[in-house]
């Protein structure tokens, strides 16, 4: 079992930064993709990116390229996400995941309970 909390959410103006944190605890955090994915109200739930095992290689949603970096300390068993530019289109609940390495993107073993992100105009 892993439990991922989020903290770092909040109201931003756009075109501003936030830099949204995940703590994990439980099985070794090393051995899991780490990532984050969003839903928006009404929306559908979407991929915004993964971090492997080692950091060694991210992978991003193509609306968020360019503006998030997806980041992780696996020896403070953490993983980040910074988020420049912000638009009113990227409100929503953040959720911090984790997959095995197996798993297909977009499909996690784990979720964290979320954590807000507002943009205002």
């Known amino acids: 079992q892993v439990h991922l909390l989020e903290s770092g959410g909040g109201l931003v103006q756009a075109g501003g930064p936030l830099r949204p944190s995940c703590a994990a605890s439980?099985?070794?955090?090393?051995?899991?993709?780490m990532g984050w994915s969003r839903r928006g109200a009404g929306k559908e739930r979407e991929f915004v990116a993964d971090s492997s095992r080692s950091a060694g290689s991210t992978d991003y949603a193509v609306s968020v390229k360019g503006r998030f970096t997806v980041s992780r300390d696996n020896a403070k068993n953490t993983v980040y996400l910074q988020i420049n530019n912000l638009k009113p289109e990227d409100t929503a609940v953040y959720y911090c995941?984790?997959?095995?390495?197996?798993?297909?993107?977009?499909?996690?073993?784990?979720w964290g309970q979320g954590t807000q992100v507002t943009v205002s105009s």
């Open positions: 995941v984790a997959r095995s390495e197996l798993t297909a993107r977009g499909n996690y073993d784990y």
């Open positions: 439980g099985r070794t955090f090393s051995w899991f993709v």
